[in-house]
């Protein structure tokens, strides 16, 4: 389980480099700076959790179960937070109006932030079951 959240990180990082490096230096040739600052708040946000499933993976606190189920809130987080963000962001440079997914941005953050609270509650409570 530790390798699988230690390489999810990775992933997540090395793609919000490369996703970070495409807002700054070529998304604000082709959509407007609200755009801009709503990907790099995506970027941002993706990041900040690629970090969080190093430490999860690192951290010896806890037991598989509990961490698979903060990984897999955390994942399910990015993707539906983050990725709806760059979508929408993008919505003008294609036909489809993604503005029609936006609702799934409030959800992917709701999975966020009970990934975190999880964490903590186990952390917190010291439930580890190993």
Request: glycine share 14%; hydrophobic share 50%.
């Amino acid at each position: 389980m530790n390798k699988t959240i230690l390489t999810s990180g990775i992933l997540l990082g090395i793609l919000g480099i490369i996703l970070g490096a495409f807002g700054t230096h070529g998304l604000e040739k082709i959509v407007n700076a609200n755009a801009v600052a709503s990907f790099e708040t995506g970027v941002r946000y993706q990041i900040y959790h690629a970090l969080f499933l190093l430490f999860l993976g690192s951290w010896e606190g806890l037991g598989n179960k509990q961490k698979k189920l903060v990984f897999i809130t955390i994942i399910l987080g990015v993707l539906l937070f983050s990725f709806s963000i760059y979508l929408l962001a993008l919505n003008g440079l294609t036909t489809f109006d993604f503005k029609q997914i936006a609702f799934v941005t409030p959800v992917g953050g709701t999975f966020l932030i009970f990934g975190w609270f999880l964490a903590g509650y186990y952390i917190l409570t010291g439930k580890s079951v190993k």
